[in-house]
């Protein structure tokens, strides 16, 4: 079904006699970002049940499946659609921007459900350390994102993240100038046809216009850093979640992409704008050898 048509239907139930009105939204999850997948983001945001059930549960004795239906049915389909759609494995990973074991190596630790408008804060700011945020603006339907990361260690790991909705603009730009004041460092945003947001703000954000070269450059950057294995992050559901199923159309085709996802980039293009610290001993050789790895990180970025 059409997102757009789903949002659409979803407001038809109503209540009658005293009776509430109920939704209840039934499929198997077989494409990777479809609405399904939405479907079940927003669930997990606004704490709906998730209940999961298969053939299992309706084959004899105790139902009414017969064992030779099953294998009836099974000769009847290819292996791939068996596994997706009735064995309710994970979506097939065609199409997908990153390999899903990069994704995995990427996102560490147990699960975190981050609620809309918190702030989540993985470490504290530490001084003397160097820091990269990127934002992703959406005032109405979509979400604005906001990513910080410390960008002197490697990898390079996320520190901070909050996401917000239907929020005016002078709100969200407040929210991204917070972070940036707490974690100082170069921050970058998507400009695309927002106007001059950067009026509101009390930090230098750098504009960046998702269009043509610059939008195909910002996230191909940002796949060779996660394929390069240069960042981690706590696994934050929907931060994992929009790495793990965004497609390639979603980034270079007619598909849009994750606001956490454009955020994340945004902020790999500002920690490759960040100034590079030297640390190493005060000696010829220390220092001959720090100098050493800061060129070879200035070559991988390139």
Request: glycine share 4%; no cysteine; net charge negative.
């Given at each position: 079904m059409d997102w757009d048509l789903y949002k659409a239907v979803s407001l038809q139930p109503m209540g009658r006699h005293g009776v509430p009105s109920h939704i209840v939204i039934s499929s198997t999850h077989h494409k990777p970002n479809g609405t399904m997948t939405k479907v079940l983001a927003e669930a997990r945001d606004k704490g709906w049940p998730i209940h999961r059930w298969g053939y299992?549960?309706?084959?004899?004795?105790?139902?009414?499946?017969?064992?030779?239906?099953?294998?009836?049915k099974r000769s009847q389909?290819?292996?791939?659609?068996w596994r997706i759609e009735v064995e309710m494995e994970e979506p097939s990973a065609e199409g997908r921007a990153i390999m899903t074991n990069l994704v995995e190596a990427m996102f560490v630790g147990p699960e975190v459900v981050v609620v809309e408008g918190d702030e989540y804060e993985i470490d504290a700011p530490v001084e003397g350390a160097q820091y990269a945020t990127g934002a992703d603006w959406g005032k109405d339907a979509a979400y604005t994102s906001i990513c910080t990361w410390r960008t002197d260690v490697r990898p390079m790991r996320v520190v901070a993240y909050r996401y917000l909705r239907r929020r005016p603009y002078p709100d969200l730009v407040r929210a991204v100038d917070e972070r940036v004041l707490r974690y100082p460092g170069p921050c970058s945003h998507d400009y695309t046809g927002i106007g001059h947001v950067g009026d509101f703000s009390k930090v230098n954000l750098d504009d960046v216009t998702m269009s043509g070269r610059v939008r195909s450059d910002l996230f191909r950057d940002y796949i060779l850093a996660v394929e390069r294995k240069e960042i981690v992050s706590p696994k934050i559901r929907r931060l994992y979640e929009c790495h793990k199923y965004v497609t390639s159309n979603d980034l270079y085709g007619s598909g849009h992409p994750p606001d956490d996802f454009v955020a994340m980039a945004m902020a790999n293009r500002a920690a490759g704008v960040a100034p590079l610290r030297i640390v190493g001993s005060a000696t010829a050789s220390g220092a001959g050898r720090s100098m050493s790895n800061v060129v070879q990180f200035m070559r991988r970025r390139a």
């Open positions: 299992e549960e309706t084959l004899e004795p105790h139902g009414w499946l017969t064992q030779v239906e099953l294998v009836r389909v290819t292996a791939e659609a």
